[in-house]
């Protein structure tokens, strides 16, 4: 049983999904990813009632500020808007740049979330080679806007995937070949992309706040997959754990291990729910 709504917050108009009935709401969010990806861990929840969303100007939801930039204090309010609009508080899975805005959530709407469980959360300040970091993550934006989606998307690969510190080594590489990767090699011209454009420079960009996280009710849990070794989210979930005082809580899998195969490499979700549901508990 799934109902769809679309909730008027500032400037955008927001489509939410409810699925099935019980217990206390459990959301599920991303960046950029929409709702599509959390099939395959809803599917591990039939006695929860599941909130998913399409984040403004993604997927469903429609935006008319003007801007296709990706904040997180302007998404953490359109999910606080379907907080209210469900009935909170919530328990909150978050994914990546979705962690980012769950965690901004938690800082400015202190009571909608009991726990959050935030996945990876793509934060460069809380490295130690920041300043690295942010070089590499420049350079497939780079990659992006002077050969198109095919040469952005196989630079963004190899510096999503590089296992350490960004480094001289690193650095000496040679571009991306996207044929290498299954990537387009010819450039279509589009530079609309909000992962590869500068459109979401302020997820990776964001300060988290560290006294408002304390400061809240709600039990924030950092995660961490097994298979993303030492690679880029991997270490950035165990510097913002290490930032509030906590070690990062290992889950199956990788980056996107709570999904199928249907968006590329496939995780393990059924394995995944069950931890999500041992750390919710």
Partial sequence: MVSTHVLETDKAAITYDVHGEGGRPLMMIGQPMDASGFTALKAQ???????????????????????????PDIQAADVHAVIEAVGGPVDLFASSGGAVTALELVAQYPNDVVTLVAHEPPIIDVLPDAEAARRARDGFIDAFFAS????????????????????????????????????????DGNRDNPLLSRDSLAVTDYQVNVDALAAAPTRVVIAVGEETGNAFTARTAVHTAKLLGQEAVVFPSHHGGFMDGTFGYAGKPEEFGVKLREVLD
């Fill in 45 to 71: 929840f039939p006695d929860r009632t599941v909130i998913t969303y399409d984040p403004r100007g993604l997927g469903r939801s429609t935006r008319s500020d003007g801007s296709k930039e990706n904040r």
């Fill in 148 to 187: 198109g989606f095919g040469a952005g998307m196989a630079q963004f690969l190899v510096m999503s995937g590089w296992q350490g510190e960004y480094n001289d080594e690193y650095f000496a590489l040679p571009p991306a070949d996207p044929a290498q990767f299954g990537m387009p090699t010819e450039d």
